[in-house]
């Protein structure tokens, strides 16, 4: 795998959480890991092992306390607050396990959200969200609230939204940990798609064993490192 | 619209704040129209002495009821830098003065020998002026014409005399509106019976006067010759612009500093249930904000967002404590009117200003919740239950 194959690449990741003055805790204890481009990635491990922390600080939601992270070739762990913003909104789209809509806004308003910060004119956002729902089988609930669909429905409305800017990456933590087994195959399988017809590169946290039998590759987390692929046991 | 959707996602909260401001604003409003009116009176005041000096024996600034005799008018006209001095009478316009808010109704009566020296013009909405030989005739100030029930041609009761009206008075936003001026000769015989018999054995009603304006040659500094007369004659009040100036401001000013603080302190009141309003707001969707900012909202988008809100609580509160204050300035003055004290003046500047305070009591109540919305750390943000 040469360097232009790679989007993301996080190097020795440290994150410690101070709880209290004795209190600490050792979320990332080096934590590497590179993904190709186009790839579908699985994370598995076990609760607390730190996949969420490394979803946040590959996703520039957070920093580390130590260690490099570098996003389609350009490091990304120092940036200022309103440089990582710019990276979010561009570069990155999220999926997260609660879907984590804004319950007032339509369908449409919640995916021309994410348009808008990311610099697109009202209008043209509007367009965008309607093609963005319209590829994930809800052209029909464009002026629908969150209240008002199924939660299959409403992570597909996550992923429109994740998807509507292009991102290089799209980041899912436990993206089908809330939905039953029908829903979450349906999920899995649009991701799929997606994947396979844009190439854009997916990296999803994942308990479920199914989901991570249908990416391209898995790694394990322990500890709040990533183990080598063959270390990987089921949790 | 987004805006105004997320304000009023809790409806009594939005409304109880929108209705504190509401208050503060009604405050400023209906006290700032009492201020309004005393400055304008003020001004009007300002205007009228701008160029001569006004006598008057002892007690308070021209409103004295000690008389002074109209035969020192010679004698002070004799007075270098003089150019002319007339007699004047001012008196209630109802003997038994209730104590009332701003200018009591007052009858003026003037000689008229200065009419062609006076700067101070008045102008008739109808009818005439006063010429010298009037008798029992009247012009009415324009907020008294409804408690006078006064029409041009008809007849009005003063002091329980008769007058007939032969004009009515512009209104001027300053003292004319509340005064009828009679021919002197009939002022001279109302002042004679207010005073106690003693005195009346002792003077005639023709000698009667309650001031004596004085004209200054061109050139006079007025202020300089109401000093020269104050010297001369140190039984007399001598009042030159300077001296009415700082006598009015210094009441004016303990006045309209009381006025303003009392609604200052109503809109801290409101700015506080803006800033706790917009605390509990952000607090309450600070998983939204998480969302956003998962989205790359940036700071300022945020900021915007809830600075918008406040902004628009503040411009509602004040629209609406704008329309009440306006209907109680109304209320008020027509209610007043019947009995001669208008005291309140919604002015222009009074109105947009008010407006443009609450919409920045908005927007600075806002500052703070707003700037720690976009500070929150979007993890966090979003794990917030
Ligand atoms: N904000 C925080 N403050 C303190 N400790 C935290 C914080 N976030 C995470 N941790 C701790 O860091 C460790 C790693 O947490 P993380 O959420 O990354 O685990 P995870 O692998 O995603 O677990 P799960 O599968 O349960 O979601 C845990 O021990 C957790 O308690
Ligand atoms: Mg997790």
């Known amino acids: 795998m040469n360097d232009g194959d790679v989007i993301l690449q996080i190097r020795a990741l440290y994150k410690t959480y101070e709880l209290g003055k004795e209190n600490l805790v050792r979320a990332l204890r080096g934590a590497s890991l590179e993904v190709a481009r186009g790839e579908m990635l699985a994370i598995m491990g076990p609760s607390g092992s730190g996949k969420s922390t490394v979803m946040h600080i590959m996703g520039c939601l957070d920093t580390p306390d130590q260690g490099e992270v570098w996003l389609e070739g350009r490091r990304v762990d120092k940036l200022k607050r309103h440089e990582l913003n710019r990276v979010r909104s561009r570069q990155i789209g999220f999926i997260f396990q609660g879907f984590n809509l804004i319950p007032t806004f339509t369908a449409a308003e919640n995916v021309a959200l994410a348009c808008e910060y990311a610099g697109m004119p009202r209008r043209k956002a509007k367009a965008a969200a309607a093609r963005a729902l319209t590829r994930v089988d809800l052209g029909d609930r464009l002026s629908h609230h969150p209240s008002e669909l199924s939660g299959g429905q409403q992570q597909r409305v996550a992923i429109a939204r994740a998807l509507v800017n292009e991102p290089a990456i799209i980041l899912g933590d436990e993206p089908t940990g809330d939905l039953d087994t029908i829903n979450s195959r349906e999920i899995m399988q649009m991701m799929r798609d997606i994947n396979k017809s844009t190439g854009t590169t997916f990296v999803l946290v994942t308990h479920n064993p199914e989901v991570a039998a249908a990416c391209d590759r898995t790694v394990c987390m322990r500890d709040g490192a990533v183990l080598a692929d063959e270390e990987c046991r089921p949790d | ?385």
């Open chain 2, 1 to 385: 619209m987004r805006t105004v959707k997320n304000v009023f996602r809790r409806k009594l909260r939005a409304f109880l704040t929108i209705f504190g401001i509401t208050i503060g604003i009604f405050a400023l409003v209906v006290m700032g129209s009492l201020a309004e009116k005393i400055t304008l009176l003020v001004n009007g005041g300002t205007r009228f002495y701008a160029d001569k000096v006004t006598v008057s024996q002892g007690g308070s600034a021209g409103f004295s009821v000690n008389p002074i005799s109209v035969d020192r008018i010679p004698a002070i006209q004799a007075i270098p830098g003089v150019r002319l001095a007339s007699a004047g009478i001012t008196l209630p316009l109802d003997k038994e003065q209730s104590a009332s808010f701003g200018v009591p109704a007052m009858i003026s009566a003037s000689d008229l020998r200065g009419r062609n020296l006076e700067s101070f013009k008045l102008t008739y909405s109808q009818g005439r002026e006063l010429s010298p030989d009037d008798q029992g005739k009247a012009v009415v100030g324009a907020d008294l014409v409804q408690k006078l029930n006064a029409r041009v041609g008809g007849f009005i009761k003063v002091r329980g005399r008769s007058f007939q009206v032969v004009g009515i008075l512009e209104k001027t936003l300053t003292i004319p509106d509340d005064a009828v001026i009679i021919p002197f000769r009939d002022a001279q015989n109302i002042f004679f019976n207010d005073l106690p018999e003693l005195v009346q054995k002792n003077i005639k009603p023709g000698m009667l006067a309650t001031g004596l304006t004085i004209y200054p040659k061109p050139g006079v500094n007025p202020d300089r010759l109401a000093e020269e007369i104050g010297k001369k004659y140190p039984q007399y009040d001598a009042i030159g612009p300077a001296k009415f100036q700082q006598q009015v401001t210094n009441s004016t000013h303990i006045f309209t500093t009381i006025v303003f603080g009392v609604a200052l302190i109503s809109l801290l009141v409101g700015g506080l249930s803006v800033i706790n309003t917009m605390t509990m707001s952000v607090y309450e969707r600070t998983r939204e904000v998480g969302i956003r900012k998962s989205l790359g909202a940036s700071d300022g988008r945020i900021i915007r967002q809830f600075l918008g809100e406040s902004a628009f609580i503040g411009a509602v509160g004040g629209i609406t404590g704008l329309a009440l204050g306006w209907l109680f300035v109304l209320a008020a003055n027509k209610a007043g009117e019947a009995s001669g004290t208008v005291i309140f003046l919604l002015t222009t500047r009074l109105a947009i200003g008010s407006i443009a305070f609450a919409i920045v009591l908005g927007v600075l109540s806002g500052l703070y919740p707003s700037w720690h919305a976009a500070r929150l750390n979007p993890v966090k943000a979003l794990r917030y239950e």
